[in-house]
């Protein structure tokens, strides 16, 4: 099947600093990603939606200016946690939809644990 | 919100078959029934998918009921790497555009 790799699969950083976070699509090219956070006990909640060569969609209560999106080619997004802060501690998952050869079911990462201390 | 009800939780005995149901009564009629499962700090994984009639994979079984108002998720031979909280979801094309809303989904705990 598909492969969304994201790395790293964990890190811990200090509040106020940044972290990036990838998320590539291995073996099919993804006009379009999706980032989700997921805190302990609760489900994934959709942040934003980051489209190849333009500007990612946020959804709302998601601060753009903090949660950074690029998606610079077909198989690569990045999201950077700006001035990290201990509530931002989290489960981030990107996912990806293989739109090709009729295949619309959509594929995560193994997700990034993000720890701020 | 999500449009889906499922059981927070249930349990299976290993080798017999689980049932997980999940109730739709808001889907329209383009919109598919996927399932997604997620074990324990992973991603979630992609198990089937189908929009009116029952489908099959070499992960599980998915039956439809013909109003569409709810479905099972059928893994006919549980064992303990199948414990994970499974998702039933309804959605256009899986995501591509852009509204996965994933609710609580059932915590499936198979045992020995």
């Known amino acids: 099947g598909a492969v969304v790799s994201q790395h790293p699969s964990w890190v811990i950083c200090k509040s106020g600093t940044s972290v990036k976070i990838e998320c590539r699509s291995l073996?099919?090219?993804?006009?379009?990603m999706f980032w989700y956070r997921q805190f302990p006990k609760q489900s994934l909640m959709l942040m934003a939606t980051?489209?190849?060569?333009?500007?990612?969609?946020?959804e709302q209560g998601v601060e753009k200016d903090k949660f950074l999106i690029n998606h610079a080619s077909l198989t690569l997004s990045t999201l950077t946690v700006t001035s990290a802060h201990p509530e931002d501690s989290s489960f981030y998952i990107c996912?990806?939809?293989?739109?090709?050869?009729?295949?619309?079911?959509?594929?995560f990462g193994q997700g990034t644990r993000l720890t701020v201390v | 919100d999500a449009k889906t009800t499922q059981p927070p939780s249930m349990d299976c005995a290993e080798g017999r078959a689980a049932n997980l149901p999940c109730n739709h009564s808001?889907?329209?009629?383009?919109?598919?029934v996927y399932w997604y499962r997620q074990i324990h700090s992973q991603g979630p994984q992609y198990i089937i998918h189908?929009?009116?009639n029952n489908e099959t994979n070499e992960m599980a079984s998915l039956i439809i009921t013909e109003d569409r108002k709810s479905s099972t998720l059928i893994l006919p031979h549980a064992t303990l790497r199948d414990t994970a909280v499974y998702y039933c979801?309804?959605?256009?094309?899986?995501?591509?555009?852009?509204?996965?809303?994933f609710g609580k989904g059932t915590k499936l705990s198979v045992k020995p």
């Open positions: 189908g929009l009116k």
């Open positions: 979801i309804v959605s256009n094309y899986g995501g591509s555009q852009g509204n996965l809303i």
């Open positions: 980051s489209n190849e060569g333009s500007k990612a969609t946020y």
């Open positions: 073996d099919f090219q993804a006009t379009t």
């Open positions: 808001t889907i329209s009629g383009n919109e598919y």
């Open positions: 996912s990806a939809t293989r739109g090709d050869r009729g295949r619309t079911e959509a594929f």
